[in-house]
């Protein structure tokens, strides 16, 4: 589906290029790239499992055209992606500014309740309630369906290699820093085709951005703010907090995740048909997913920051998985 919907572009073929950066593929991928025919300029970059940070840096390195576009490989593009992507940026007269187009998950996405939430709520993209126009949030920078010029990024230092996740937002902090917005134009539509999303990897999602948010913090001390934030300033003091925090929410994140995940293994569908009062039963589930899962994907976050933690500071072990484990080790020892 992704190289039928790059080749089918109203954008003539003469006027772009497209690069895949494989991170250490297992599935095929290469060969099919290498065996990859086009009428458009096509360029197949190779690198072992180094991340998304070092995937996008190659590629912006081999990148020739003015504009970059850039997206995943579960990214299908609409026929007028990139004529859409090209008009704004025409239209911006050489602003700094980024174009973030939209990214939904396809109607598929209703069969399933996890799938059907992150398609309705933004909570990991924010397209779906984005208003169309300019924003200046650093979190808005998202390699999904993003374009700007090459030359922006490489001004900004291009992305850094340490970032195996959230290397776009981390571009995007130092974008910010020289002056750019993002501008969203829902016109131009891609569609997010990973309806096998699941709460083991929401989890295992949510740790690696909590050991990245400990390199991203570091690396920007002054996204800190006034250290009211829940990381307060990198000190003793906040990371006594944090752990507290996972101590006090264990068993509410537990029963959570067995709440979501007794309906995510459901057919959601006939929850859109069965009344619950006044409203549908999806409508129900919903309200209870919108508290569950942002408590379960925080509660990772600061599981996988304190790991990340306590290895850098030499810990023999990472913060212990959870309380049970903890009086294990008192129990062993």
Same mark, same amino acid.
């Given at each position: 589906?992704?190289?039928?919907?790059?080749?089918?572009?109203?954008?003539?073929?003469?006027?772009?290029?497209?690069? +895949?950066?494989?991170?250490?593929?297992? #599935?095929?991928?290469?060969?099919?790239?290498?065996?990859?025919?086009?009428?458009?300029?096509?360029?197949?970059?190779?690198?072992?499992? /180094?991340?998304?940070?070092?995937?996008?840096?190659?590629?912006?390195?081999?990148?020739?055209?003015?504009?970059?576009?850039?997206?995943? @490989?579960?990214?299908?593009? #609409?026929?007028?992606?990139?004529?859409?992507?090209? *008009?704004?940026?025409?239209?911006?007269?050489?602003?700094?500014? /980024? +174009?973030?187009? #939209?990214?939904?998950?396809?109607?598929?996405?209703?069969? *399933?309740?996890? !799938?059907?939430?992150?398609?309705?709520? =933004?909570?990991?993209?924010?397209?779906?309630?984005?208003?169309?126009?300019? $924003?200046?949030?650093?979190?808005?920078?998202?390699?999904?369906?993003?374009?700007?010029?090459?030359?922006?990024?490489?001004?900004?230092?291009?992305?850094?290699?340490?970032?195996?996740?959230?290397? #776009? !937002?981390?571009?995007?902090?130092?974008?910010?820093?020289?002056?750019? $917005?993002?501008?969203? %134009? =829902?016109?131009?539509?891609?569609?997010?085709? $990973?309806?096998?999303?699941?709460?083991?990897?929401? +989890?295992?999602?949510?740790?690696?951005?909590? *050991?990245?948010?400990?390199?991203?913090?570091?690396?920007?001390?002054?996204?800190?703010?006034?250290?009211?934030?829940?990381?307060?300033?990198? @000190?003793?003091?906040?990371? @006594?907090?944090?752990?507290?925090?996972?101590?006090?929410?264990?068993?509410?994140?537990?029963?959570?995740?067995? !709440?979501?995940?007794?309906?995510?293994?459901?057919?959601?569908? =006939?929850?859109?048909?069965?009344?619950?009062?006044?409203?549908?039963?999806?409508?129900?589930?919903?309200? /209870?997913?919108?508290?569950? %899962?942002?408590?379960?994907?925080?509660?990772?976050?600061?599981?996988?920051?304190?790991?990340?933690?306590?290895?850098?500071?030499?810990?023999?072990?990472?913060?212990?998985?959870?309380?049970?484990?903890?009086?294990?080790?008192?129990?062993?020892?």
């Amino acid at each position: 589906m992704f190289a039928r919907a790059v080749s089918n572009q109203s954008f003539s073929p003469r006027r772009y290029e497209v690069l +895949v950066v494989d991170d250490g593929s297992t #599935d095929g991928t290469e060969d099919f790239c290498r065996e990859f025919r086009s009428r458009f300029e096509f360029h197949y970059l190779r690198q072992s499992n /180094a991340g998304a940070g070092a995937a996008r840096r190659l590629g912006v390195e081999h990148a020739r055209a003015k504009f970059l576009l850039l997206f995943n @490989d579960d990214t299908i593009a #609409d026929r007028a992606l990139l004529a859409q992507h090209w *008009r704004a940026h025409r239209d911006s007269m050489g602003g700094k500014m /980024a +174009v973030l187009g #939209d990214f939904r998950y396809p109607e598929s996405a209703r069969r *399933r309740a996890l !799938t059907h939430f992150l398609s309705t709520e =933004p909570f990991l993209f924010p397209q779906v309630t984005l208003a169309p126009g300019d $924003h200046s949030k650093n979190v808005y920078f998202i390699a999904s369906n993003l374009s700007l010029r090459r030359e922006a990024v490489l001004e900004a230092g291009s992305f850094d290699p340490r970032f195996r996740i959230a290397e #776009d !937002t981390e571009l995007g902090v130092r974008l910010r820093q020289i002056g750019f $917005h993002v501008r969203y %134009v =829902p016109e131009a539509r891609a569609i997010h085709d $990973h309806v096998s999303f699941t709460l083991p990897d929401l +989890v295992r999602r949510a740790e690696v951005y909590g *050991r990245t948010q400990l390199l991203l913090l570091r690396k920007h001390p002054h996204l800190l703010g006034d250290g009211s934030g829940p990381f307060g300033r990198l @000190d003793a003091a906040a990371i @006594d907090k944090l752990r507290a925090h996972l101590e006090a929410r264990e068993k509410e994140v537990s029963e959570a995740s067995i !709440t979501v995940e007794k309906f995510d293994s459901l057919d959601f569908e =006939p929850f859109f048909l069965r009344a619950s009062g006044q409203r549908t039963a999806s409508a129900d589930v919903m309200e /209870a997913f919108k508290i569950a %899962v942002p408590a379960i994907f925080w509660f990772h976050i600061v599981r996988g920051f304190l790991a990340a933690w306590d290895e850098q500071a030499g810990a023999p072990r990472g913060v212990p998985e959870t309380a049970s484990e903890r009086e294990q080790e008192v129990r062993v020892s």
